[in-house]
């Protein structure tokens, strides 16, 4: 496995992500908090470009007549059917069969690197 530098930490706003090609690769890399995460640029459903969809959160299970929202700014939903996606760890929200690919990512004095 090689470290590959694909952006700087000032590049990426917190709940925000940039898109990289890596290898033949699109890979979407996220920051949370101080912590960086690389997901496949493609969601499983039909092929969309994953991480060009909202960071956002989800509906929480709750009692009939309650709506619980939470997860904020954990989740990336796919802009063309809805899957929701674990910035984390790529799972799916809704299945523990569906997920999309996730990578190591390394920070070494503010360069961001994923580990193929």
């Known amino acids: 496995m090689s470290i590959h530098y694909v952006a700087h930490t000032k590049e990426i706003e917190e709940g925000k992500s940039k898109i990289v090609e890596l290898e033949g690769r699109s890979i979407g890399i996220y ?16 092929g969309a470009q994953l991480c060009k969809g909202p960071v956002c959160g ?3 299970p709750s009692n009939v007549y309650e709506y619980e929202f939470g997860r904020k700014g954990e989740l990336v939903r796919c802009p063309w059917h809805g899957w929701e ?12 069969k569906v997920r999309t690919r996730s990578y190591k990512v390394q920070v070494d004095n503010g360069k961001i690197g994923i580990v193929l």
Not at 86 to 94: A, D, L
């Open 58 to 60: 989800t509906t929480m």
């Open 85 to 96: 996606f674990e910035i984390k760890t790529g799972k799916s929200v809704f299945s523990d």
């Open 31 to 46: 920051r949370i908090g101080d912590d960086y995460y690389a997901l496949h640029n493609r969601c499983p459903h039909e």
